[in-house]
């Protein structure tokens, strides 16, 4: 059982670049996040999928798009990425009620130079 | 706004020791309140969720205390190893919301 899987594991892009992060569950979760992970600054939500078919934003949206594919994966855009994107990106899902425990991938580490 | 703290930031103590480790958040109104861990390089793990409604949750040598009014939460681990060095974070959810706000963990080394 994979759990929660992200690819890459590790990026470096030059400003202004564009990449996708993928993330796929098979736990067969509702609710998936987008959270980064930077010194300091503990997690901040970056956009979430309640379900399939809905995301809304969370803490920092700003310079991110997101999508969800289908009910298994949630993808993570940067459109033209700049150094402070430079972060610890961590995909997250759960079963759906909001009492629900979060499971995690384990990360990509992007680095905009 | 919700703040979030762990206090100490860094923790070192010798293998056998039980120890406490330390959450207090600003607004007592909280929905639940979860503890993770995290190893180096690796994603977070879920290690107890406590409601509201609850004092305490328990899973093997770890026992988790929560109490909303004075903002505390307590995550204790009895006959500490080696193999618990990690950092420990704490989130709290305010809300029907799927909003986390976490604290910027507390890296514990359980020395040999």
């Known amino acids: 059982n994979a759990g929660v899987t992200q690819t890459p594991k590790f990026q470096v892009l030059k400003t202004g670049q564009s990449m996708t992060l993928q993330c796929a569950q098979d736990m067969n979760h509702n609710s998936m996040y987008w959270y980064r992970q930077d010194p300091g600054m503990g997690l901040r939500l970056i956009y979430y999928s309640a379900s399939e078919g809905t995301t809304d934003k969370g803490e920092v949206p700003n310079g991110y798009n997101v999508s969800r594919l289908n009910k298994r994966e949630f993808s993570l855009r940067l459109e033209s990425a700049a150094p402070s994107q430079t972060s610890v990106y961590f995909c997250?899902?759960?079963?759906?009620?909001?009492?629900?425990?979060?499971?995690f991938g384990s990360g990509t580490q992007l680095s905009v130079l | 706004k919700q703040e979030v703290t762990q206090i100490p930031a860094a923790l070192s103590v010798p293998e056998g020791e039980n120890l406490v480790l330390n959450c207090s958040f600003t607004d007592s109104a909280i929905y639940n309140l979860q503890w993770f861990r995290q190893d180096p390089g690796k994603g977070l793990t879920s290690l107890l969720l406590?409601?509201?409604?609850?004092r305490e949750q328990t899973s093997g040598r770890l026992n988790a205390s929560l109490d909303k009014s004075s903002g505390r939460s307590t995550l204790y681990i009895a006959a500490s190893q080696p193999g618990d060095s990690a950092t420990y974070l704490c989130?709290?959810?305010?809300?029907?919301?799927?909003?986390?706000?976490f604290g910027s963990g507390t890296r514990l080394l359980v020395r040999p």
């Open positions: 989130a709290v959810r305010m809300d029907s919301s799927y909003k986390l706000i």
């Open positions: 997250a899902s759960s079963a759906g009620p909001t009492n629900e425990k979060l499971f």
């Open positions: 406590i409601q509201s409604s609850q």
